[in-house]
């Protein structure tokens, strides 16, 4: 099988958010045959960018707008275009196969961010995102999404999507950690991460902080996070040390879509996990062994109390650890029943 994957994103640099999604297709297509790699240059000229803005039809297109140098030539049994972005110059590759990897529908996205009446500036970048996303989406051959939502999302659309599960860099048990201190890793320049943590703080953490918790922030953006109790670490280049010293990690973060990288990862590293409703419900069923679900304060703090048991914590860690795959696992086998 020969493969042409199209990504504005390079495989260098922290494998975090949207390069661990890059590494799963990279390992995935790898796995299956031959792959090339098609990295299309950002378009600076301005005139050129004057006239795409005629056609783009959404200030996201206009904004990634890229040129068509270096477009491999020859045909491809696959092609993938690694977020929408990248649909205009992956359809352009001849193969017999056109992948769209949406990874989270932008069109999802952007209603949330207006069902929750926040985000006006990230809404009119998404402007009319959904009409462009279904019209990318009905010229490729099948639409890849990271969760059920999503899915349902674009299937009550008349999209053909199918879900391709994130997975997680590398697994790695580590044995039980402190249970009494816990780990929430995010970019905080990601608005869903933002308000997921300010809100947390705000109507729950006060509680836990009482009962003796401690809590780690980590990730770009978190040492501008002053709260009692919190520990704010800024960006951490090998999170392993922190998964080993707190025991139990966190993610409060409603307003996203797709399976959060954060939960795989945490699981990864056989730590049990607590999180909002709509991240729960947003989790595979095998994935949620290993998660638990909390809103209001004092749910968290049963759970928190639940996990103290040593023998409950090994069950959560094992479960959630043994469900999480490793990156490549999950688009490996879409290629497979593709090829038949």
Known sequence: MRILLVSALTAHGPMQGERLRLENLIRGSMAQGDVDLWHPRKNTNPLTRATKAVHSRSPY?????????????????????????????AIMCPGAVHILDLTDSLGLFRHR???????????????????????WARRFTETWVSGWQDQK????????????????????????GNPHELLFV???AYLPNRLGLEGFLRTVWPSLRDEGY???????????????????????EDLRSLYLRTGISISPVELGTGTQNKILEALGYGR?????????????????AGAACAATWQEWLRELRLLQDPALYV???????????????????RLRQLRG
């Open 61 to 89: 297109m206009l904004r990634h707008s890229y040129l068509h140098l270096g477009r491999p030539s020859g045909s491809y049994d696959v092609v993938i275009a690694f977020q929408l972005r990248m649909a205009p110059y």
């Open 113 to 135: 961010l207006k069902k929750f009446h926040t985000g006006l500036v990230r809404r009119m970048l998404l402007w009319n995102i959904e009409e462009v996303e279904l019209y």
């Open 153 to 176: 999302w674009l299937t009550d659309r008349k999209i053909d999507a199918k879900v391709v599960a994130n997975a997680v860099h590398q697994k790695d048990l580590l044995p039980p």
């Open 186 to 188: 995010a970019n905080l």
């Open 214 to 236: 401690v809590l780690h922030v980590a990730g770009a953006g978190t040492q501008s996070v002053h709260a009692d109790g919190v520990v704010a670490h800024g960006f951490v």
């Open 272 to 288: 049990p996990v607590i999180t909002g409703p709509n991240a729960y419900q947003t989790l595979p069923q095998n994935i949620q």
């Open 315 to 333: 069950i959560r860690a094992q479960a959630g650890f043994n469900a999480v795959e490793e990156n490549g696992e999950p688009v490996s086998r």
